[in-house]
Structures are given as C-alpha cells and as structure tokens.
C-alpha cells in the first residue's frame, strides 16, 4: 500500500513570496490533516478535512495561509505572502477514520526555509 | 491547546539499556498514539492505544494506556542503534477530535 505522497521535499522562498505544498493521502482515507512542524517542536495541527470539507482550521492563519482538498483526495497548501516565522517542516496526514479519531499516517514532509 | 508534558526532553543511553518515556496532560484522552521520527523523515507510527490500562507491544516496544487516562508511557527494551530519533506521543482529547503532540523525547544510542 502506498503511503502518504507530498511534494516538494524542500522548499527555500524569500519573505513576502509564495509557495504551495502538495499531499496525496492513502487511498481509500477519508481525512486529510496539514500540520506544522518548527524545529524542536512537535507536529501542530493547520487543518482537517474529512473528505472535501473542512472540519477544522481554527489554528490556520488565515491571513497568509490557505488549503483546498476540490475532490476529496489530493489537497494543496499555500502560502502567501510567506514570513520568516513559517520557516518549518509541512506535515501531511491521512486517517481511515471518518470520525478523525484513527491512526495519522505521514508523509515525509516539506520543509520550507523562508528567507 | 491541550498541553502534553513529554519526558525526558532526551536521553542518552549505552546500547543494550532499557529506556522509558512518558507523556502525562491535565485532561483526559481516548486515543494515545506513539510515533518516531528520523531527520528529515515525516512521523512513523509505533503503537496505538485506545483504552485505559491498554499495554500493547510491537516488538522491543511497549505502550501502556495510564489508568487515569491522562498519560501514557513508551518502553523500548534492549536498544540498538537504530533506535535513535525523536520519539512523539499523540492523544486524542475525550472532548475533541483532534490529535495534540508531545514536544518529544530525543534519543541517543551509544554503541
């Protein structure tokens, strides 16, 4: 079975630029997570989708930050403008679980270094 | 947030030793799960655990569920070097439906 897929692996924009993160879940699971990883911190929740919809982004700053998941499978993340302090490891995730209550299966994340 | 106290920050240990690790919050949860992560590498999953008093082994690898059901706790028996990384806890609040993480436990195996 394959697993999480996330593109690109490293990422490295100057301050007030653009960039957009890519996830394709395991198939067949319902909901999708992006969290956020500084260095030398655990992963912290963006947001969750259970299948198209959004069912939690109360941690997304949703001034800079933006994410779609258009037909309930691959989901894309964005940044714009991009600051220094979004400098961190961009974790996706996927749960057989409806509910979001199951096992988190990651990806390998995408790093991105703001400058 | 939900707070959860991971400990030790790090640890360093001969190779062959056993270690322990534990994860302990304010609030109760339903679901903990045990994750290592390698450099550069996304969050693998050990072990998960959904009741109070739950010990599950996967290999050289124990978790336990804590009875109060706000903690939970990670052995590794018999290290290898292949061990070192950072290890996560996860849990799901009972009030929630989303997984907060530990700030994580770093290992060292010394050959």
């Known amino acids: 079975e394959a697993g999480v897929a996330q593109s690109p692996r490293y990422k490295i924009i100057e301050k007030r630029q653009s960039v957009a993160f890519w996830c394709n879940p395991i198939s067949g699971h319902a909901t999708l997570y992006w969290y956020q990883q500084i260095l030398g911190q655990g992963p912290k929740l963006l947001i969750q989708f259970q299948n198209n919809g959004v069912v939690d982004d109360s941690q997304l700053p949703k001034d800079r930050f933006s994410a779609e998941r258009l037909k309930g499978v691959d989901s894309t993340l964005k940044i714009q403008p991009a600051k220094l302090e979004d400098s961190a490891v961009y974790l996706c995730a996927s749960s057989y679980d409806r509910g979001g209550t199951g096992e988190l299966f990651f990806g390998e994340g995408s790093r991105l270094t703001v400058l | 947030g939900q707070q959860l106290n991971q400990s030790p920050q790090s640890m360093f240990i001969q190779e062959g030793e056993d270690v322990s690790m534990n994860c302990t919050s304010s609030?109760?949860?339903?679901?903990w799960l045990w994750y290592k992560q390698d450099p550069g590498e996304g969050p693998v999953l050990l072990i998960a655990l959904y009741k109070a008093g739950e010990l599950t082994s996967n290999g050289r690898l124990t978790a336990q569920f804590g009875i109060t059901r706000k903690d939970s706790f990670l052995n590794i028996s018999a290290s290898i070097p292949s061990d070192v990384g950072i290890y996560f806890c996860?849990?799901?609040?009972?009030?929630?439906?989303?997984?907060?993480f530990g700030t994580g436990t770093s290992l060292t195996v010394i050959p």
């Open positions: 996860a849990g799901l609040p009972n009030t929630g439906n989303q997984f907060y």
């Open positions: 609030s109760i949860f339903n679901t």
